[in-house]
């Protein structure tokens, strides 16, 4: 970070899973299904899968929610085929 032309170095604490889950409904509506399956993937990477799906949860995104809720199913979709422990498909692995 930069005060007075002068670069200082700037310490943020990471935000908990609750807050992420708010940031993750505002990322659904700015963005669609494509912006929260972006989201989703970079917190399991640098959060881990755990931290990431209670942030989910925190934001209302379950399997559940696409039979009544406010996300839909190609979003939990989306989700679902984000995460990272999944197999990587045959024509990226080649």
């Known amino acids: 970070m930069r005060i007075n032309n002068e670069v200082v170095p700037w310490d943020a604490k990471p935000l ?3 807050a992420t889950g708010s940031h993750l409904r505002e990322i659904q509506q700015n963005y669609g299904d494509t912006g929260v399956s972006k989201s989703m993937h970079g917190l ?3 959060r881990g899968e755990v931290f990431a ?3 989910m949860q925190h934001a209302g995104f379950s399997s559940a929610t696409h039979e009544g809720g ?4 190609q979003t939990t979709d989306t989700i679902n085929a984000s995460k990272s ?3 990587l498909p045959g024509r990226v692995v080649e």
């Open 85 to 87: 422990s999944n197999t």
């Open 53 to 55: 799906k209670i942030a």
């Open 70 to 73: 406010n996300v839909t199913k």
């Open 44 to 46: 399991e990477k640098t």
């Open 16 to 18: 908990d899973a609750k």
